[in-house]
């Protein structure tokens, strides 16, 4: 069986349990003070390259590496991937403030992360949802010119050969494809697991790779601009009718009758 | 969308974007949203299995007919004293209260009445012909009025969620319930006083406050469906009572109808306030003997924005012990959750679940630990130390940090969703007590082997035996032990050997037999096993004083003959 290098990138965004706020300005979602975990597409990404090292026989998963591009903090994140199981990371640090990367961007970093790890295999969230972009793991598999699987449901390895079950409207749809690949997990593949105490104490000790994004040659510069970020208009409550002849005239009145 | 197999798949492979939006925006529903994400991830053939969501559900054993109370207990006798409800005195009613949809009457519709005349514990079941929704404290204050002229009983109800058969009528009294009165009246952000109807739902209040970075101070996991005011009227501990305190301590006012129809407003939103006697004190707790309570002021403190939740497994007792010196000591001032709970009740939460156990391996002990305070770095260094520490020590054999809210979520429920996880077979029968922390689990132990000897005990699995096991879990930070037997059915032999000898076990130990539940219809016989007769004797002047004629919530709470 060949032998798996497996890259996990993964991303730091807004606890997906926590309402998100605009900020007074108008110009971003306000991230300060606010509840910060790994996307829940990524956890899912980490879990599944974990449950391969435990599914098949030792050895055939030599490597998982966790990348993240993202302010300090990330660190945070990094620590949970390799709490759940991913031996070692790499760090692409950008400063607090800066502007979230677009996935053009993201994806341009994400290859030369590659050309310096090797994997042969990459499992990320088909998207991350603060920006909701889902386009990185596309880019990323053009610019390598490596088979990708959008959607994962299951994932299943035999030798050099990956079978992936994809959620696609009105069904589910298996492709198969050969090393290295890229699969973008979504959200039925797996339940992450809790991260156990010994292994969070463990992961304090694992290797976290600085690169700060001058290390990289190619990059691309974002080219969206954000003019305005308002909230969604509040839902109007609904009424109370007394009876059926209240309803039907209520319905005559909104025009649906 | 309903046509074809083909339409259905097409839903659910939409559906978790949809959730993670969804949940994104709506975060009024905490927990229901998590679980929608949950659910969403399993397959669909999962799909249908039991979910817990914050409402208390009646499903488990909606099947099974519940008994009426005066036929389970024979000897409590109707009061002659109290009228019989006539066609006028609804007539009356619909005169005086606003909305037609107030009034639930038996005659117009009896299968509505059905959820008021029943508790939660499945347990007790009144005949009440009526149900009163009034929308303002005046139609409150009128129908007391009327209730007292014609001495008609009347039993207030909240949310209904109560466990000690308080808040469902025992023969035909009246239900006043207050789940039309449901306003926020206001708020003040600096003071952090929150003013509200009564029949507010918990959770409700809190997602309000939550807008304005405050908290209630009160936490249960009945919050989806109880109300406010029943909270107070029952004096509610509940979840974060270590941390915020009683509710004695945060209610600074109430707004009460007396049985008369005499509005107390005493609705203060003042902290400090020594002006004779603090009249609120007697309405908390006092679970609708002496008045019905429409609206509450409440000290709520600002929510935390760093919130960590952790999970362990233990060995023995005694390393529970180790671990709660550590955490007050390490996580002092901002462990704001200690909870307990014993391996069996774990057991049980999985049997009925289904859902993974957070560790990997089975332990007698569980411990749910939550911190609460303004800064995520210094909580999180004081929790890391901690863990070091008794890891390091082998205080605690394994455990988990939540690594964001949903986990965090999804650990609370392993210990929010065991009073429905013990109902999952039936019923329960239960103990809400304080016990000194040093025999804290003894009373589930000796309580055990009761029933063993007696061979009542089936487990999960066999269902000739009442008893599915003895559990315990509970506050331990406020020293509150939550004993309960989850049984197949109810039975005499059954109580038989559980009263009074757990009253008498907590006599001995000078522990309180309701900790935090109250009296209601369950306890009122047992009450002097807690108080003493001079006391017991104070008590019914109070509630003679404030209901002459005793038509609040009859034949429940203290005995009101010596």
């Given at each position: 069986m060949t032998s798996l290098r497996i890259l996990v990138p993964i991303k730091r965004a807004i606890d997906y349990a926590v309402r998100p706020r605009v900020n007074a300005a108008q110009t971003a979602v306000e991230t300060a003070g606010v509840r910060h975990s790994m996307n829940p597409f990524d956890e899912i990404s980490v879990e599944e390259a974990v449950l391969l090292r435990e599914k098949h026989s030792p050895k055939t998963v030599e490597d998982i590496v966790a990348v993240s591009i993202g302010p300090p903090k990330t660190v945070e994140a990094l620590r949970t991937a390799m709490a759940i199981g991913c031996d070692r990371s790499v760090h692409v640090e950008i400063p607090e403030k800066a502007d979230m990367l677009e996935p053009l961007q993201a994806a341009k970093i994400l290859k030369q992360v590659v050309d310096r790890e090797k994997p042969n295999l990459i499992i990320m969230g088909k998207q991350s949802i603060d920006d909701d972009f889902s386009q990185t793991g596309q880019m990323l598999a053009g610019l390598l010119g490596w088979g990708q699987a959008y959607g994962a449901s299951e994932i299943s390895v035999d030798g050099d050969t990956l079978t992936v079950k994809r959620e696609v409207e009105g069904g589910t749809d298996v492709v198969k494809g050969k090393l290295p690949m890229v699969v973008m997990a979504d959200l039925r593949l797996n339940t992450p697991r809790f991260a156990t105490l010994p292994n969070i104490m463990k992961a304090k000790k694992k290797k976290i790779d600085k690169l700060k994004l001058e290390d990289f040659k190619e990059r691309a510069e974002n080219r969206l601009k954000t003019l305005k970020v308002a909230e969604p208009p509040t839902r109007q409550g609904g009424g109370k009718v007394e009876n059926v002849d209240g309803l039907i005239s209520k319905l005559k009145e909104l025009g649906a009758l | 969308m309903m046509q074809s197999a083909g339409c259905r798949t097409l839903r659910l492979v939409q559906l978790p974007c949809a959730t993670l939006r969804a949940t994104r925006r709506a975060r009024s529903t905490r927990s229901v949203s998590t679980r929608a994400l949950q659910n969403s991830r399993r397959p669909l053939s999962n799909s249908v299995s039991r979910s817990f969501s914050t409402q208390p559900s009646r499903c488990y054993a909606a099947s099974k007919e519940v008994k009426f109370t005066v036929d389970n207990y024979?000897?409590?006798?109707?009061?002659?004293r109290f009228s019989q409800l006539t066609r006028e005195d609804v007539d009356h009613f619909k005169g005086i209260l606003?909305?037609?949809?107030s009034v639930v009457y038996a005659e117009d519709d009896a299968s509505e009445l059905e959820g008021f005349n029943t508790d939660w514990v499945r347990k007790y079941r009144g005949k009440s012909q009526l149900v009163l929704k009034p929308k303002t404290v005046e139609e409150v204050s009128e129908i007391l009025k009327y209730c007292s002229k014609r001495n008609l009983a009347v039993v207030p109800q909240g949310g209904n969620t109560g466990l000690v058969g308080g808040s469902v009528p025992v023969f035909d009294e009246i239900v006043v319930s207050l789940s039309s009165m449901n306003s926020i009246r206001s708020f003040d952000e600096v003071s952090g006083v929150l003013v509200c109807d009564a029949g507010v739902i918990l959770e409700s209040a809190d997602s309000y406050l939550r807008e304005r970075n405050h908290i209630f101070p009160l936490d249960l996991g009945a919050k989806g469906s109880c109300h406010v005011g029943g909270n107070v009227s029952t004096n509610a501990g509940g979840l974060r009572l270590l941390r915020y305190g009683s509710l004695h301590g945060t209610v600074l006012g109430v707004e009460a109808v007396l049985?008369?129809?005499?509005?107390?407003?005493?609705?203060?939103?003042?902290?400090?306030n020594n002006t004779g006697f603090d009249l609120k004190q007697v309405f908390i707790g006092s679970e609708g003997t002496i008045g019905i309570i429409t609206g509450i002021s409440i000290l709520c403190p600002r929510r935390s924005n760093a919130v960590h939740t952790a999970y362990f497994g233990l060995t023995s007792f005694s390393q529970v012990k180790k671990a709660f010196i550590k955490a007050k000591r390490d996580l002092g001032e901002i462990l704001s959750a200690f909870e307990l709970m014993d391996g069996l009740t774990q057991d049980l939460y999985h049997t009925a679940t289904k859902k993974p156990y957070p560790l990997d391996s089975r332990y007698p002990f569980h411990i749910l630990i939550e911190t609460s305070g303004s800064n995520a770095d210094h909580d999180m260094a004081k929790l890391e130390a901690f863990l070091e520490q008794v890891m390091g020590e082998e205080i605690v054999a394994d455990g988990t940090l939540a690594q964001d809210k949903s986990q965090a979520e999804e650990l609370w429920k392993w210990r929010e969703g065991l009073p429905e996880a013990c109902a999952h077979w039936g019923g329960t029968y239960k103990y809400d007590v304080s016990v000194p922390l040093n025999e804290f689990y003894t009373l589930v132990e000796d309580c055990r082997k009761r029933f063993e000897e007696a061979g009542l005990v089936g487990g999960t699995t066999n269902e000739s035996k009442p008893v599915v096991g003895v559990v315990g879990w509970g506050h331990m930070g406020d020293s509150n032990l939550h004993l309960n037997v989850p049984v197949r059915w109810y039975d005499k032999q059954v109580e038989k050997l559980l009263e009074p000898w757990v009253y008498e076990w907590i006599q001995k130990r000078k522990g309180s037999i309701s900790a935090e539940h109250g009296l209601g219809f369950a306890k009122r016989d047992y009450v002097q096993y807690s108080r003493d007769a001079t006391a017991l004797e104070i008590m019914r002047r109070v509630k003679k004083t404030f209901d002459p004629q005793g038509i609040m919530n009859p034949y429940k709470y203290i005995p009101m003959d010596a």
């Open positions: - | 024979p000897n409590v006798k109707r009061d002659a606003s909305s037609p949809s049985p008369d129809g005499t509005i107390l407003n005493d609705l203060q939103t003042l902290r400090k």
